[in-house]
């Protein structure tokens, strides 16, 4: 019972989103492979990126030659880092894979809750709507005798 009313819902709102308490539940790694996830697939890397290779590049042709042209040190730098990237888009494409199954499920039970709530309201309403028809019913009665006097 809620306000003295039976029927209503007594569901609490609650204090955490859903997001909030997922976040608290993440693992180091969890965090760290959507940190990355997040700058790697930011147009600043990509610019940082670009203006580090050609750099490099300058520096390498022009001045001291730690990596002479062809610049294979480069390439193997940029083999390494291509294969970390797959492995760490891959463990958080796998995270926000389960993050959507989570709120699916978080959807659905929500939908359900209310679909129980809505139900207990109509039933209020009906049993309202039924008063007022005996209400009306009762007072078409008793008007009705009076205006044959």
Known sequence: MKNGRPGLSARRLPTLTWHQKEHSTLTRGERAADTMRNVMGSWRFVAGFIVFMIVWALVNSLGHSWDPYPFILLNLFLSMLAGLQGAILLIAAKRQDGIS???????????????????????????????????QRVLSFTVAPAKAE
């Open 101 to 135: 199954a989570a709120l699916a499920q978080h959807d659905f039970d929500t939908n359900a809750a209310a679909k129980i709530d809505i139900e207990a309201l109509l039933e209020i309403n009906n049993r309202q709507l039924a008063m007022l028809d005996e209400l």
